[in-house]
């Protein structure tokens, strides 16, 4: 009997195998035989379920944005608003092992994606998502504000949110990014 291969398994594995040579070696070693071997794929194998790099990348883009919207939709209720915003915004930083690598990954493609066109149009999906995100939680904490304050403070939390998760990257404690996304988030709920 031909054994049955579960291919969604099979190209998360392949993905996250993309993400360790990703985050550890640059984008440009992101090569057909690096994924495979990271993976313990044949080549063939690989290409069966990415037929071109440029698949591999856009699927590494897509898989860490489903993994961050998977777990805000998992978070239980808080029991006030400045609790909720801060879980649902702490799920896009950095602040552990696994959510360091999914940044990494959005960086290093983010920059790939300048010059990619459908890396380009994966990594505005997943910004328009945290814009989305964003644009909740100041709705949220700040209900009665005029559209126009609250579109501001939506731009400046994604910025925020965008310039914290670089500096935790490059070694900010993950404290100290808190403190300063709660400063933000309570000084929202305040307006």
Known sequence: MPRLIDH?????AIVEAAWRVLVRDGAAAVSVRNVAAEAGLATASLRR??????DLLVACLTLMGTRAEARI????????????????????????????V???????LGIAALSDPALRAAHQRIDAGIERLCASVVASLSPSAPRSERSRATRHLHALLDGL?????HGMSPRAA??????YVVSLAKA
């Open 8 to 12: 969604q398994a099979r190209e998360e």
């Open 49 to 54: 379920a990415f037929p071109s790099q440029s």
């Open 73 to 100: 939709r998992a978070l239980r209720s808080r029991p006030d608003a400045v609790a909720m915003a801060m879980a649902q915004l702490g799920e896009t930083m950095p602040l552990d092992d696994q959510r360091r």
């Open 102 to 108: 999914e940044m990494g990954v959005y960086v290093v």
């Open 165 to 169: 998760a670089l500096h935790l990257l």
């Open 178 to 183: 808190t403190n300063t996304l709660r400063d």
